[in-house]
């Protein structure tokens, strides 16, 4: 069987445009630009899934009401990994993945070089 590397993909402000911020924790916005086309090719190639913060129960419909034509399921609470191909899953948790396609994002290569990214966004944001 050939291996097929899985990718994570965070749902708010990278598939859901999130231009409230958290708001009322309701899912309430469009998609972000091009989130249909590229999703419909990334899975052609890898298996994917969406983590989220947010109610599993309400990214799924709005998922499926978004993209049609992709195939979007919950992911167990007790599933280890996720390797169904074709099919996006959703969850709330972090599971293994070749990548994590995040928003808010910081690359780690080292805590010498990660500290004053941070320190960067609390001054960006007025917290430091």
Known sequence: ???IPTLAI?????IHK?????????????????????????????NIFIF??????QVIPWMVKHFPGLMITQIPQ??????????IGVTDRKLPAIAYIDDRAIKFDSWSSVVPQIEALGRKSGVV
Do not use: C
């Open 1 to 3: 069987m050939k291996y």
């Open 10 to 14: 965070d749902f708010d402000g990278v």
């Open 18 to 46: 999130y231009s409230k911020g958290w708001h009322d924790g309701t899912v309430y916005d469009e998609p972000m630009p091009n989130a249909a086309f590229y999703l419909h090719n990334l899975i052609a190639r890898y």
């Open 52 to 57: 989220t913060a947010r109610s599993v129960d």
């Open 78 to 87: 007790n599933a280890r990994m996720w390797q169904d191909k074709g099919v």
